[in-house]
């Protein structure tokens, strides 16, 4: 029997309040877990509650979910042990890396792991009245700088880039993520940065017709700073996003919000949330807009910038969808993973009162960690940039 979308939605909303009211509590047996994500609204917190619910109705796994406005506040639970697994954003990969936030004497590079890797589309929005029509239309218009979230605000500064803008070419306002919509209702913003599904942003345009900023450009400098900036990200293409008509599509950035864990969690317990994952997919697939994504042949491998864990890679291995130049960059980050936690202790002895300590431990990687090896035997689905969300997405 597949989650309906009613089920699903009286789920969700029972999810929501047991981890409210549980997000200090550490968990107990193996079938039992707290998973920390966005917040209840969200399109990856409605994907992540569909598949915690069916693994509750189906396999008896009791799943908690914690959620918080920040990345910060989604990541530090599943460090610090209170959550077992994270949907987190990217700073996933700024854990892993030491970078940002993570640069600091209470954190440094983290053995963080990936589980599960769906794909999905997410971009720049704005109102069709507001008389914007391109990225280079932004220039002088009220633009989101998102409160806590600096792997937002980075892929908010690859998008005007893409239309040879900066930061300093808009008028920026201090919001969280949460509150953009409202914003972007009363006037405040003109612009703001969502999921191309998920109820919020329904919402929004069943009230406001909007448009999504296109990244369609076969130009690479228009994408060069996406390296630095977004290095997640890949553009792709999407239909049947909020707001668009059947048959209409839009590029913008495609990149997966994974779930993930630590190096330390076991492997079995790992392979069996992996399988209990794959095979129960056609039971919450329908659950919400864009739960197919969590599908086997969506899963997204490349970019990888942080290692999977050994038993989804076990499950992968098992499926046959784990290739010899995935084998290939995974090894090769665990051996990044290993020079940063070498290079971690020194570097912060020594730059520990440093206020630039995150650019220079940025730049020390830059000069001495080698270039990762590419990932070129994907399958020709998954290797286009432009890859579609899906008609129903």
């Known amino acids: 029997m597949s989650l309906s979308r009613r089920s699903f939605l009286g789920g969700a909303g029972a999810l ?14 193996s079938q039992q877990s707290v998973w920390s994500t966005y917040g209840v609204g969200t399109g990856t917190y409605n994907d992540l509650a569909a598949v915690a619910n069916t693994l509750t109705q189906v396999n008896g796994r009791q799943v908690r979910l914690m959620t918080s406005s920040t990345g910060m506040g989604r990541m530090a639970p599943l460090i610090n042990g209170t959550a077992d697994l994270a949907r987190s954003g990217d700073e996933y990969y700024y854990a892993f890396e030491g970078d940002d936030e ?5 954190w440094g590079p983290q053995p963080v792991r990936q589980v599960w890797s769906p794909r999905g589309n997410y971009g720049v929005l704005v109102r069709k009245d507001s ?3 391109t990225v280079e239309d932004l220039k002088g218009r009220n633009y989101p700088n998102l409160v806590g979230a600096t792997s937002i605000n980075r892929k908010l500064e690859a998008f005007l880039n893409y239309g040879g803008l900066t930061r300093a070419d808009t008028n920026l306002v201090n919001t ?21 599904v998920g109820s919020n942003v329904e919402e929004l345009a069943s009230q406001y017709p909007i448009r999504w900023l296109d990244l369609s450009s076969e130009d690479p400098s228009r994408f060069e700073s996406w390296e630095r900036l977004a290095p997640i990200a890949r553009p792709g293409r999407f239909t049947g996003g909020a707001g668009l008509a059947k048959g209409e599509s839009a590029v913008n950035m495609q990149y ?9 969690r076991p492997a079995d317990e790992v392979a069996q949330l992996a399988t209990q994952i794959h095979e129960n997919f056609d039971r919450y697939k329908d659950a ?9 042949d969506k899963i997204m491998f490349d970019p990888m910038v942080v290692p999977f864990h050994d038993g989804a890679r076990s499950v992968f291995l098992d499926l046959g969808v784990w290739t010899p130049h995935m084998q290939r960059r995974h090894e090769a980050l665990l051996d990044r993973e290993g020079l940063l936690l070498d290079a971690w202790p020194p570097f912060l002895e020594q730059h520990r009162e440093d206020d630039a300590a995150a650019q220079k431990w940025f730049d020390w990687k830059q000069e001495n960690l080698p270039d ?13 940039a432009a890859d579609t969300q899906g008609d129903d997405a």
Not at 176 to 196: F, H, P, R, S, W
Not at 372 to 384: N, Q, R
């Open 288 to 296: 919400t807009q864009d739960a197919k994504m969590f599908a086997l």
């Open 102 to 106: 993570f640069c600091s004497p209470t």
């Open 131 to 133: 008389g914007i029509e």
């Open 16 to 29: 929501a309040g047991l981890g409210a009211l549980t997000a200090c509590s550490p968990t107990d047996g």
């Open 176 to 196: 969280t993520y949460a509150g953009q919509i409202e914003m972007l209702k009363t006037g405040q913003l003109d612009a703001l940065y969502q999921n191309v």
């Open 256 to 264: 997966s919000i994974p779930l993930t864990t630590l190096s330390t």
């Open 372 to 384: 990762l090896p590419p990932i070129e035997d994907l399958p020709e689905d998954d290797a286009s």
